[in-house]
C-alpha cells in the first residue's frame, strides 16, 4: 500500500506570496492533519479534516488555511508568507475508526521562505 | 504550555547499548501515547504506541513503559545499533477530544557510535 504522498517536496518562495501544498493520504485513510516542523518550535498541530470538514484547528493565524476534497486528499493554504513561515509542513493521514489513532506521515513539504 | 516534556534533548549511546528517552505529560485526558522515529529528510515513522490500559508494551528491540500515576512514559532500545541513530519524539493524544491531535515532546537526537 502506497504511503501518504506530498508535493511540492521542496518550494522556495518571497514573503508576502503565497503557498499551496498537497497531501494524498493512505487508501482508505479519511482523517488528514497537518503540521508545522521547526527546530525552535517542533512538531505543532496546524489542522485536521475528516470528510471534507475542518474538525480541529491549532493555534496558527488565519494565513493558515486547508481544505479537504471528497477523495480525502488534502491541500494547505499559507497566504502572505512571512520569514517565519519557512518549515517542514507535514501531513498525517488515519484510518477512521474505534480506537484507531495511528497517525501515519509523509515525507513532507520543505518551505524555504526569503 | 508544553503539555508534553521530553527529555534528554541528545542522548550518545554506545552500539549494543541500552538507549532510554523519557517523556511527562500533565493533561490526564491523554489516552494514546506513540513513538515516533525521523530520520534527516524524512517524514515521522510510527514506531510505537501504548494506551494507559497497560504498563508495558514491546516491539522487537523498542519497549514502551508507562506510569499513569506519574504521568511518564519512557522509550527503550535494546542492543541500540547504528542504525537507530535518529531523533525520537514521543507524542500524545485524547480520543474523548474527537480529533486525533498529536501534542509532540521536542525530540531526542540520538546517536549510536560503534
Known amino acids: 500500500k502506497a504511503g501518504v504522498t506530498q508535493t511540492p517536496r521542496y518550494l522556495i518562495k518571497t514573503r508576502g506570496q503565497q503557498v499551496t501544498l498537497s497531501c494524498s493520504p493512505i487508501?482508505?485513510?479519511?482523517?488528514v492533519s497537518w503540521y508545522q516542523q521547526t527546530p525552535g518550535q517542533g512538531l505543532q498541530f496546524l489542522f485536521e479534516?475528516?470528510?471534507?470538514?475542518?474538525?480541529n484547528k491549532g493555534n496558527f493565524p488565519g494565513r493558515f488555511s486547508g481544505r479537504q476534497f471528497s477523495n480525502s486528499r488534502s491541500e494547505m493554504n499559507v497566504s502572505t508568507l512571512e520569514l517565519g513561515d519557512s518549515a517542514l509542513y507535514l501531513c498525517?493521514?488515519?484510518?477512521?475508526?474505534?480506537?484507531?489513532?495511528?497517525?501515519?506521515f509523509g515525507p513532507g513539504t520543505r518551505l524555504t521562505v526569503t | 504550555q508544553q503539555q508534553v516534556k521530553q527529555s534528554p534533548q541528545s542522548l550518545i549511546v554506545q552500539k549494543g547499548g541500552i538507549s532510554i528517552i523519557n517523556c511527562a505529560y500533565e493533561?490526564?485526558?491523554?489516552?494514546?501515547f506513540p513513538w515516533y522515529q525521523q530520520f534527516p529528510g524524512k517524514g515521522p515513522a510510527l514506531l510505537i504506541a501504548?494506551?494507559?490500559?497497560?504498563s508495558e508494551k514491546k516491539e522487537g528491540r523498542f519497549t514502551i513503559s508507562f506510569n499513569k500515576s506519574a504521568k511518564q512514559f519512557s522509550l527503550h532500545i535494546m542492543d541500540s545499533q547504528p542504525g537507530d541513530s535518529a531523533t525520537y519524539f514521543c507524542?500524545?493524544?485524547?480520543?474523548?477530544?474527537?480529533?486525533?491531535?498529536?501534542?509532540f515532546g521536542k525530540g531526542t537526537k540520538l546517536s549510536v557510535i560503534p
Open positions: 498525517a493521514s488515519s484510518l477512521e475508526g474505534r480506537g484507531m489513532h495511528e497517525q501515519y
Open positions: 487508501s482508505g485513510h479519511r482523517s
Open positions: 479534516y475528516f470528510s471534507e470538514t475542518q474538525r
Open positions: 493533561n490526564t485526558a491523554f489516552d494514546y
Open positions: 501504548i494506551r494507559p490500559d497497560v
Open positions: 507524542a500524545a493524544s485524547e480520543s474523548g477530544a474527537g480529533s486525533y491531535q498529536l501534542t
